[in-house]
């Protein structure tokens, strides 16, 4: 599936939460910024409810399709599942994306 | 060894969602199910019953869908407590069937990696295992079985194949494996992260990317979460659903009540006048009526809510409509529920289920019977036309069209603005966030969905309807007992415990503009809203309210109410809870009688204000 060459460039790590349809990448790292809370739940939780449903260092990452109010939330390409977040969330994601990805 | 080979297994499902997991446990277990509820909480108990081909009971549980041992929710604690055996009154599995989506191995594995340190025997069952045949996708059964130290079974619930299979290996297994040591433990984030790197290993080493991925879900997609096309599409489904609801329940609800109208008229032509008349055919007949009477919109609702879900556009739905629900502090997924109460909020509170978050589904639940339901139609149509007048506003808009959109449009604000206050009072930051997998794309089986249709139809009949039926005899007997006294000329109501309630409470509703007639109305009105039309035509003594009748009370109601009285009266039907039977219902999706005790309470209250505003409002106009 993937085409990892060697040969693309990744851009330096951005949150998913500011990403575009159609960019791609690899996630580097899940961290919650330390005292954030994500309504009930807090940062330890929603980490470790991110990395339950896959969010995980080195899965693959693809922004699929955008909220059409405020373009939130996301729907993303997740290794081989579709998942849907809001963008409040998807700010603790961390990604390294294609260069010349971008749609 | 007798007592071992006699003693049923228990076995229980356990799986992500979406996995296909109550396919599976419908294939295993058929008819023979049942539905309760774990004691003291609101989620379902589904336990369903087979003889295996040796002659041996194997009794199944399907719990919720989980990713994880984790539990986050009130549904995915019973997940856990059942899987480590201890949920109260409840024996432990024998043996736990891990269901999985052979097309989505990945979370599912990790899944499988916390039972099994849970150290209790378990199965592999590998689901929609033929599409991942035709996607080309290539397990190594026995590797993968060797690692996990679990037998793997692979099945097609929809078309009961591996069914035989798995039974067999989950029976032998119970017979052979005695539960292990439970090293469980809540895990930590980089337990998860240990969990997903072996669970990534074994996916390399066992399973062989497929050759023909699926890209019709992606294809779909692309037009159904399309900003533009996808609202679209969303407000039509929408549409068809409410269409369907009012073009094929109400005449199907019409055909119920008339039928049992003409029961009661059976009943009483053959027997003597008198109490026992007045019990069988007003109270239980018309009660009983009044239960089944909403099983034909509960019926098409979940019809739409089921297909909705099974084929995967439930998730989509909600991911359309997020933000704009989420501005008001509920989910995505509480658009369907609200949307149904339009057409009754009993499927919209039953429909909630659809919301995992227990806190998102009551702010619901109690929102939902804000919503201009077809049963207040007929009180609004009765006071617009008697006192509204047939004006034209603007040279374009009949002024009772405009009233009556401001009603529905009433309900809908103040639910979203009771909704927006819940959240940000009461529920402050209790919001989870929206999460979700959107699952891919597949044709709606059939039979599950008749099946859990027929489920839902019997829940409702069964429970819901042990609730009501009490109730409205209750209502009924509040209306007709003690009867008038001899020579009396009024209206028998007048002289009932009704009648006294209404002359009691007749004070408190003066300053909202009451007189003691519509006092009186508001007691067999707690029946159903529409109730209210036939009992005002009981205290102004106008007999049969329909067709010539209503044109009767109509003008009685225009020579004694004033505008703002009318007014008022409308501000009151938009928030009272007038409606027994969505208090039953609450009470038994909730569980406990707090919840429809709240909703009593704010709904009484908005009511009064709304009412009391409403009539100095429109005495201040001139209306008074």
Redesign the interface.
Known sequence: ?STATGLESFTAPRRLSQAARGERGVIVRVAPAADS?????DA?E?????????F???ATVEI???????R??I?VRL????????R??AAAVEVRFETGATA | MTDAVLAPVRLALVGNPNTGKTALYNALTGSRQKVANYAGVTVERKEGVLTAPSGRLINVLDLPGTYSLRARSPDEAVTRDAVLGRLAGETPPDVIVCVADSTNLRLVLRLALELKQVGRPFVLALNMYDIAQRQGLRIDLEGLARELGAPIVTTVATRKRGIEELVAQAEALAGSMPAGVNVWHEPSASEIRGAHAEAQRLLKAYVRPPERPDTVTGRIDNVLLHPVAGLVILSAIMFVMFQAVFAWATPLADLIEAGFTALGGLVASVTPDGLLRSLLVDGLIAGVGSVLVFLPQILTVFLFILILEDSGYMARAAFLMDRIMGAAGLHGRAFIPLLSSHACAIPGVMAARVIDQKHDRLTTILIAPLMTCSARIPVYTLIIGALIPRSTVWGVLNLQGLVMFGLYASGIVSGLIVAFVIRTLFWRGASEPFMMELPTYRWPDPENVLRNLWQRGMIFISRAGRIILPLMVLVWALSTFPYPPEGATGPAIDYSFAGLIGHFIQPLLAPIGFNWQMSIALVPGMAAREVAVAALGTVYAVGDVDGAGQATLASILHAQWSLATGLSFLAWYVFAPQCVATLGVVRRETNGWLWPTVMFSYMFALAYVASLATYWGAVALGWG
């Open positions: 599936m809370r994500s309504g009930a739940v330890g929603l980490e470790r409810r991110l990395l339950e449903l896959g995980v260092e080195g699929l399709h955008e909220g059409a109010f405020g939130d939330p729907a290794d081989d599942a579709r998942v849907a977040l809001r409040r969330e």
